[in-house]
């Protein structure tokens, strides 16, 4: 398989010299704690949406290959992508794809039983929200953060507080009861705003860094120290006798 232009961009990256990237880590770092719960921050990595690599079944493969269902062009590009192991994030970059509409793809192509293997709740879970299948009650109940009978204790005081005159949202009482953190709603809140954004890579314009190396030769550089130690001798010389004479007269 060809290098992605994700990776590719990764790699890049990677060469950065240690002072870049330990700045770059600390920037990302306080801005991704502005926005994200330390349940997407420290989440294992085969939990992660983004980098989550879906692998096809054979009814899957038999679609890719027949394509006999006719389906909207992106939904063969995404599934040709997945029979070349690709993650979620590259498969967007490939194809110029938002992180919304792989969403959509994933969701639909689980749903008909193109994956081979059970997807992670918590993956199902933020594809389904980002899809707009799931609002974010469901969403914190597939991602086993809340229970149903939670859910229905929240639906149920939010009927009194309408009937009462007051209008509230169901992910804000969720916090006001305790069954989920405000950080954790706008963890997901944010990440499904974020994941309408199209991201662009040019692979001509991929970040590069050049590191110039001086010409150095260890001979030259004896020779010339040599000789910088002689005029300095020289001069020491004259200093001394200078010194010397002033003393006798």
């Not at 389904?128 to 229970?147: D, L, V």
Request: charged share 25%; glycine share 4%.
């Amino acid at each position: 398989m060809s290098k992605s232009l994700f990776y590719g961009f990764m790699e890049k990256m990677l060469c950065f010299p240690l002072w870049i990237k330990q700045t770059i880590f600390l920037n990302l770092s306080k801005d991704l704690n502005d926005y994200l719960s330390n349940e997407f921050l420290d989440v294992e990595e085969g939990d992660l949406f983004h980098v989550y690599k879906p692998a096809l079944s054979e009814q899957g493969q038999s679609e890719l290959l027949t394509k006999e269902s006719k389906f909207d062009d992106s939904i063969y590009a995404f599934l040709n992508c997945c029979s070349k192991g690709m993650s979620l994030i590259e498969i967007a970059i490939e194809n110029n794809f938002t992180m919304e509409e792989v969403s959509k793809a994933f969701t639909f192509c689980k749903t008909s039983g193109f994956f081979s293997v059970a997807v992670p709740k918590l993956v199902a879970a933020i594809a389904g929200f980002i899809a707009g299948k799931y609002r974010t009650g469901e969403y914190f109940i597939r991602a086993g953060k809340m229970t149903i009978e939670q859910l229905d204790e929240v639906l149920n005081k939010q009927q009194e507080m309408n009937a009462a005159g007051q209008h509230v949202f169901i992910a804000e009482l969720m916090v006001q009861m305790g069954f989920v953190r405000d950080i954790d709603v706008k963890s997901i809140i944010f990440m499904k705003e974020e994941a309408g954004k199209r991201f662009s890579l040019d692979p001509q314009e991929l970040p590069s860094i050049t590191l110039e190396k001086e010409s150095f030769d260890i001979r030259v550089e004896n020779e010339r120290l040599k000789e910088e130690n002689e005029i300095l001798k020289q001069k020491m010389d004259v200093l001394l006798t200078f010194i010397k004479d002033h003393k006798q007269s």
